[in-house]
Nanobody, 124 residues
Framework: QVQLVESGGGLVQPGGSLTLSCQTS????????IAWFRQAPGEEREGVAC????????EYADSVKGRFTISRDSAKNTVYLQMHNVQVEDTADYFC?????????????????WGQGTRVTVSS
């Protein structure tokens, strides 16, 4: 059974840092693009970052470039999203998703498997 389980969300102050984790199981994650998406209340879901099978292939949304870093530990079947200098506008539910490597990108329609999400709230 394919599963993606996010963790690490919570309350963080503006300017702070947080690391989200996406634990995958039921499929060989090394053969999949893993992405992070987010959805703020009343907003459409947007792609945040994605990573291919190697550390060399990554893509970021302009809104998070220079602040967020995506990485993967294939031995642990886990993908991380390090969030630095978070801002109030980063408040959202964050989801990880998986797609075959050929579908690399930050368009949610590319992704077949989704986690349930973890909430990040940035507030002072």
């Amino acid at each position: 059974q394919v599963q993606l389980v996010e963790s690490g969300g919570g309350l963080v102050q503006p300017g702070g840092s947080l690391t989200l984790s996406c634990q995958t199981s039921g499929f060989t994650s090394a053969y999949y693009v893993i992405a992070w998406f987010r959805q703020a209340p009343g907003e459409e879901r947007e792609g945040v970052a994605c990573i291919g099978s190697t550390e060399g292939r990554k893509e970021y949304a302009d809104s998070v470039k220079g602040r967020f870093t995506i990485s993967r530990d294939s031995a642990k079947n886990t993908v991380y999203l390090q969030m630095h200098n978070v801002q109030v506008e980063d408040t959202a539910d964050y989801f990880c998703a998986a797609a075959p490597l050929i579908r690399f990108g930050l368009v949610d329609a590319l992704y077949d498997y989704w986690g349930q999400g973890t909430r990040v709230t940035v507030s002072s």
